[in-house]
Antibody, heavy 119, light 108 residues
Framework: QVTLKESGPVLVKPTETLTLTCTVSGFSLSNARMGVSWIRQPPGKALEWLAHIFSNDEKSYSTSLKSRLTISKDTSKSQVVLTMTNMDPVDTATYYC???????????WGQGTLVTVSS | SYVLTQPPSVSVAPGKTARITCGGNNIGSKSVHWYQQKPGQAPVLVIYYDSDRPSGIPERFSGSNSGNTATLTISRVEAGDEADYYCQVWDSSSDIEVFGTGTKVTVL
């Protein structure tokens, strides 16, 4: 059974850096046909893709957030880490990680973690 | 950047058919995937590659894609289908993923 679980702080202050970890099980981050993406959803709003990383370490970032995002993976720990710098209240959202097939769909998703940005 | 437009809401009576559109420039040349998100839950893939269903998704869910519009069709709608639905494509020119604006389906 494939599962993903997000972890990280529930509250960050403006200007701080957010670090989120996605721990996966049931598949390997070295699988050539798999990758992991991060996606967020502000309360009551639509989904927004943030970044992805593939087994060969190929990475891609949202055009609008590229300067603030870094994605990395530790295959031995089955973890994918996303950092987002200079957090702002508008970054308050539920952050999801999801397995991404090389054909570019997301399945399954983690349960999500709500991150609130407030002083 | 590539934009996907969905109607904000669709209302349908139980047992009828709901059609949710996803508009994008020449979207017919891309592969479209659809997700269902119920309140307080993570999204679930319901259609991939325009019209394929993952295992466990009822045959009532179907998809099509042509020209500038992709469509998710839910036949014989049930109360349990009430949810938000999102389309998604890969914009290969920028190597980014794009989600639609989302459609809330209400079962009357």
């Amino acid at each position: 059974q494939v599962t993903l679980k997000e972890s990280g702080p529930v509250l960050v202050k403006p200007t701080e850096t957010l670090t989120l970890t996605c721990t996966v099980s049931g598949f390997s981050l070295s699988n050539a046909r798999m990758g992991v993406s991060w996606i967020r959803q502000p309360p009551g709003k639509a989904l927004e893709w943030l970044a992805h990383i593939f087994s060969n370490d190929e990475k891609s970032y949202s055009t609008s957030l590229k300067s603030r995002l870094t994605i990395s993976k530790d295959t031995s720990k089955s973890q994918v880490v996303l950092t987002m710098t200079n957090m702002d209240p508008v970054d308050t959202a539920t952050y999801y990680c999801a397995r991404m097939e090389v054909s570019r769909w997301f399945d399954p998703w983690g349960q999500g973690t709500l991150v609130t940005v407030s002083s | 950047s590539y934009v996907l437009t969905q109607p904000p809401s669709v209302s349908v009576a139980p047992g009828k058919t709901a059609r949710i559109t996803c508009g994008g420039n020449n979207i017919g040349s891309k592969s479209v995937h659809w997700y269902q998100q119920k309140p307080g839950q993570a999204p679930v893939l319901v259609i991939y590659y325009d019209s394929d269903r993952p295992s466990g998704i009822p045959e009532r869910f179907s998809g099509s894609n042509s020209g500038n519009t992709a469509t998710l069709t839910i036949s014989r709608v049930e109360a349990g289908d009430e949810a938000d639905y999102y389309c998604q494509v890969w914009d290969s020119s920028s190597d980014i993923e794009v989600f639609g604006t989302g459609t809330k389906v209400t079962v009357l």
